[in-house]
């Protein structure tokens, strides 16, 4: 496709997966909304339509729960093509979503729609209704996912961050399997087997869901099975407090302001403990069983995005960077290509996701390395040009993986690629 067909594309895809007042990560593979995604499509759908980016957040944090949590998927209607559907979470304190949360990009997406807004008003007043919900979600992680003993932040399911990436092998293969009912995976019947996360994943997938089922979604360190502290899933919420602050300076509420900033340094003081020096990378730490992921995954470029690291440390990220993009064709993989359990085309254990390398892009940025930042770019594009909107895609060869037409891919082209 040349680059305006893939604008037009962009835009016909976004049209199509839109459901009015959310829009669908894609048709059936995933027919309801997705929390993460629809944060990233809105930054597609400013370059449509303003006010719809602002509806696409809105609806979202609309369905927070009592407690402040902003849940993964929310079911707004029954759709047949999906497993599990909204019965399978067995009534949550939102009554159309599911257990668990998920990477929290909201705040920096809504930072986005303010600093590019076209209506500067409009786009305060919808940020001055949202600030308050997004506070609650950012302080929700710290009265419910921080750990006592080190100040890290836990996800408790691998749905909450990268499904099946090697970080949670581990954490996953010592977790004691809860009873799960018999189930049909739908996914199978609509992508290829080899590029969907395995049989024994799903397995450990849906015994964590019946654990958060038997405590009714109270879930503890204590009564958790998975509690893992994620660099990438902390480095994004490192982002989004720091985003928060200037949501709400910009909405006069420093309140809001000086409560984020006291979160965002705790937690950049705690996310110290992730990096391991021997391997000078960032790596997950499993805090039931005390125990380091034992290879590098995507996640430890994200607090690059974050500006977590001093100049020197970022300086060796990026060396690390750049061996993996000279493994592979198109960067930037999501699990190291020299590990063994790298998998070009296997969701999060291989693929490139356009959204991380957007993160990614905007962190060499931060640290001055702008032509790095173009190589990465004009890979993200040339993957759409050659394959189209595909959820993912394969940095060996450039084909995609996972679903089409998918919504995010064609935001990232929309309001970061074609530009
Ligand atoms: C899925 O169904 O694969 C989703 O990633 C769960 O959120």
Known sequence: MTHQECTDRAREVLMGNDRGTFTVPTDRLYPHQWNWDS?????????????????????????????????????????ASYFPD??????????????????????SCVLRLLNRARDTAYARSEARALVHRIAAWHRWFFEHRRDDASGLIAIAHPWESRDNACDWDAPLAAMKLHH?????????????????????????????????????????????????????????L???????????????????????AERRRALVDAFEQLWDSQSASYRAYDLLHNERATSVDIGTFLPLYARIPSAARAAELIALLEEWLAAVRYGVPSHDPRDARFEAQRYWRGPVWLVVNF??????????RADLAHTIEAGSRALVQ?????????PLDGTGSGGDCFSWTAAMWLGWLAK
């Open 238 to 260: 490192i982002a989004a407090e720091h985003d928060l602050i200037q949501i709400a300076n910009l909405c006069e509420e420093g309140g809001v302001a000086a409560e984020a």
């Open 180 to 236: 799960t009912p018999e189930y049909t995976r739908k996914d199978l019947l609509l992508v290829p087997v080899e590029q969907r996360p395995t049989g024994e994943h799903y397995a450990q997938f849906l015994s964590i869901i019946e654990v958060g089922k038997s405590v009714s979604w109270q879930l503890t360190k204590s009564n958790a099975r998975f509690w893992v502290a994620d660099p990438f899933f902390m480095a994004i």
């Open 39 to 79: 944060a990233f499509v809105a930054l597609g759908w400013q370059a449509i339509d303003e006010k719809r980016a602002w509806v696409e957040v809105r609806t979202l944090l609309e369905q927070q729960w009592p407690n402040g949590m902003v849940p993964h998927i929310i079911y707004h209607s029954p759709a």
């Open 386 to 394: 050659n394959s189209g909107f595909r959820e993912s895609f394969n």
């Open 86 to 107: 909204l019965a399978w979470w067995g009534g949550t304190p939102h009554k159309n979503s599911s257990g668990f949360t998920q990477n929290p990009v909201a705040a």
């Open 359 to 368: 993160l990614i892009a905007e962190g060499l940025r931060h640290y001055g």
